[in-house]
C-alpha cells in the first residue's frame, strides 16, 4: 500500500476500506507517513467526505491507537455524556450525580482544555482539597462505592486523535463532519463507556452555527456509536447565549450546587434533567422518559442529587461541607458590574464575547500552560426577553485585577444587546436524535 494511492482514492470521492485507513492511522502515529500526506488525505475528506463505515472503521483504529479504558470492573450499564462545547455549560457537574443516585454508574474522565473556562475538572478543582487524579484501581473502586468518579484524563486516550486534530488545527481541515465526529467519538470509546448521551450544541457560541449541521454532526455521532455497539442518543441544544447563569471554575461549581439544590436557573436546570433522562433511559434504569423524568425531578427535589455530589466531594478528599456552605469555595476580590445603557428588552447575550471575557478575567485558558484564577468570571443577571431598566444590573464581574476588571466592563457590556420588542428565547432543546431515526 501506497499513502499517495489512499490520497488520491479519498480525492475521486472512492472510499477507503478498514485496512488502507489502518494503513494510513497507524502509520501516520508511528512516523512513517508524513505530516503533507497525512493533510493532504484531510484536505481530500473535507472535499468528499465518508460514507457511515468508513467514519466508523476512522473512529476505532483511532480509538485503539493508545489505551481503552478497561470499565468492566464496575457492575451495571456505564453511560457517559459529551457536549461539544459551549458557554456557562455546568451540566456535568449536575447531570453525574444527579443519575448516580438513581444507580446508574459514572466513571467519568474530563479534560481541562482551552478556552473561556477550565473543564470540568479545573471546576472540580476549585473545591477545597478535591482531587482529580485517581489511580485507576481507585476509580473504578469508588464507582461500585458510591456510584461516581470524576477525574482528569490519564494514560494514553486515542493519541492518533491528538496528533490529528493538531494537524488539522493548521492545515484549515477542523471543520468537517466525519473528522470532528471520529475524533469526538474516538475519544469517547477510548474512555470505556457501554454507552453515550451527546449534548451538540448549535449557535453563535458554538462550533456548529447552523441547527442543519448540528443535526448533521449529531446524526453522525449516533451513527458511529451504533454501528460500533454503543447505544448513543443525542441531543441538539441551544448556544446563542450562555446556558447557565455563571462562567468561571468555582462560579459555575456555585451554579451546580445551586442547581442540585433546586435554584438553579430554569434553562440549565431543563437541559440538565433531559440529559439525565437520556442517560438513565440508556442505562436501562427506567422504562419509559415519563418515568425516567419523574426518577430525575424526585432526585433534585429530595436533595438525593445534591447528597450525591457531597459524596463524590468526600470521597475525592475534598469538603463536603461546600455543598451547603458556598462560601468555602474561592472568591474573587473585586466585583464590578455592568449596568444596562437603556430600557428595554434584552435581545441578545452574545456568549462569545461572555466567554472571552471570562477568559480575560482569567478564568480559561488563552495558551496550553496559561494558568486559571479559579474565582473570577462572569454571573448574568439577565437572559434573552427579560425586560430590564437603564441602570440595572446586567452582570457582575468577579476578578482579581481591577485592572483587568476595569479593560473588560466594556467588552462585557457589548455582549448585550437591548432592544424596544422583545424577542422570544431561542428553545434550550432544538433536536432528539436517536439510532431510529437515521
Ligand atoms: N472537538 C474534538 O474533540 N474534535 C474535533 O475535531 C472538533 C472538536
Ligand atoms: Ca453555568
Redesign the pocket.
Given at each position: 500500500m501506497h499513502a499517495v494511492d489512499l490520497i488520491r482514492k479519498k480525492r475521486e470521492g472512492l472510499r477507503l476500506s478498514r485496512a488502507e485507513l489502518e494503513y494510513l492511522i497507524t502509520g501516520y502515529v508511528r512516523g512513517d507517513i508524513p505530516d503533507y500526506q497525512m493533510a493532504a488525505w484531510n484536505m481530500a475528506v473535507y472535499f468528499r467526505g465518508m460514507d457511515a463505515e468508513e467514519i466508523t472503521d476512522l473512529t476505532l483504529i483511532m480509538a485503539h491507537s493508545g489505551d481503552i479504558l478497561d470499565l468492566r470492573g464496575i457492575k451495571g450499564v456505564k453511560v457517559d455524556k459529551h457536549s461539544?462545547?459551549g458557554v456557562g455549560d455546568t451540566t456535568t457537574l449536575i447531570v453525574t450525580p444527579l443519575v448516580a443516585s438513581l444507580g446508574v454508574p459514572v466513571a467519568k474522565m474530563s479534560g481541562r482544555g482551552l478556552g473561556h473556562t477550565g473543564g470540568t475538572v479545573d471546576k472540580l478543582e476549585s473545591i477545597p482539597g478535591f482531587k482529580v487524579t485517581l489511580t485507576p484501581h481507585e476509580f473504578v473502586s469508588q464507582v461500585n462505592r458510591i456510584g461516581l468518579s470524576l477525574v482528569g484524563q490519564t494514560g494514553h486516550l486515542a493519541p492518533a486523535?491528538k496528533l490529528l486534530?493538531a494537524l488539522?488545527d493548521v492545515t484549515a481541515t477542523?471543520e468537517?463532519i466525519p473528522?470532528?465526529a471520529?475524533?469526538?467519538m474516538s475519544?469517547k470509546i477510548a474512555a470505556g463507556a457501554d454507552g453515550f448521551v451527546l449534548d451538540v450544541k448549535v449557535g453563535t457560541g458554538a462550533?456548529m452555527k447552523t441547527e442543519a449541521e448540528a443535526v448533521e454532526l449529531a446524526k453522525t455521532m449516533v451513527q458511529i456509536g451504533q454501528l460500533a455497539g454503543r447505544n448513543t442518543v443525542a441531543l441538539v441544544t441551544d448556544m446563542n447565549q450562555p446556558l447557565g447563569r455563571s462562567i468561571g471554575n468555582a462560579l459555575e461549581v456555585k451554579e451546580a450546587i445551586r442547581t442540585l439544590q433546586g435554584a438553579g436557573p430554569i434553562r440549565l436546570t431543563g437541559l440538565c434533567i433531559e440529559l439525565a433522562v437520556e442517560m438513565v433511559l440508556l442505562a436501562g434504569a427506567a422504562t419509559s422518559a415519563g418515568q425516567a423524568r419523574k426518577l430525575v425531578e424526585q432526585s433534585l427535589q429530595n436533595g438525593h442529587a445534591l447528597r450525591k455530589f457531597g459524596e463524590l466531594v468526600e470521597a475525592q478528599g475534598g469538603d463536603s461541607q461546600v455543598v451547603h456552605e458556598l462560601t468555602l469555595l474561592p472568591q474573587a476580590e473585586y466585583t464590578g458590574n455592568v449596568l444596562a445603557p437603556g430600557t428595554g428588552f434584552v435581545h441578545a447575550v452574545d456568549p462569545m464575547s461572555i466567554g472571552v471575557t471570562a477568559m480575560e478575567l482569567g478564568a480559561g485558558r488563552e495558551h496550553k500552560d496559561s494558568v486559571i484564577d479559579l474565582a473570577v468570571g462572569i454571573e448574568l443577571q439577565a437572559e434573552v426577553g427579560d425586560y430590564v431598566r437603564q441602570g440595572e444590573v446586567l452582570a457582575k464581574l468577579h476578578a482579581n485585577d481591577p485592572k483587568k476588571l476595569d479593560e473588560v466592563m466594556d467588552q462585557a457590556l457589548q455582549a448585550f444587546k437591548i432592544s424596544e420588542k422583545r424577542s422570544e428565547p431561542n428553545p434550550t432543546i432544538y433536536r432528539r436524535i436517536t439510532a431510529k431515526e437515521l
Open positions: 461539544t462545547g486523535d486534530y488539522r477542523v468537517s473528522l470532528i471520529s475524533s469526538i475519544k462550533f
